[in-house]
Nanobody, 129 residues
């Protein structure tokens, strides 16, 4: 069964960078759409970025477009989220999720994962001076 483990969170000053990793326990190539989601206290969950492991199609939320980059390392079964020019409003718990191709990348980010999709445990990102 697929398991996801996130890492790379931490505290950073505004304008700084972090790279989050989402490591899968099995091969995800051609099998899953992977998404990064975030939730800040008192706010709704937001789909940050999603990627198709089949064709590499990527989707970004407007709030992170131009600052965040999602990538997939098939050899390592890992999806990365490079976050640059971080802002205090990026502070949240970031979690990755995997959908076995019942959703397209944009749909997964816009609508959120389905109830039977897989989730990691989350990693905290704090942007503060």
């Amino acid at each position: 069964q697929l398991q996801l483990v996130e890492s790379g969170g931490g505290s950073v000053q505004p304008g700084g960078s972090l790279r989050l990793s989402c490591a899968a326990s099995v091969s995800i190539l051609d099998k899953y759409v992977i998404g990064w989601f975030r939730q800040a206290p008192g706010k709704e969950r937001e789909g940050v970025s999603c990627i198709s492991s089949r064709d590499g199609n990527r989707y970004y939320a407007d709030s992170v477009k131009g600052r965040f980059t999602i990538s997939l390392d098939n050899a390592e079964n890992t999806v990365y989220l490079q976050m640059n020019s971080l802002k205090p409003e990026d502070t949240a718990v970031y979690s990755c999720a995997a959908d076995p191709y019942t959703l397209a990348a944009q749909a997964m980010c816009d609508l959120g994962p389905l109830p039977d999709d897989y989730w990691g445990q989350g990693t905290q990102v704090t942007v503060s001076s």
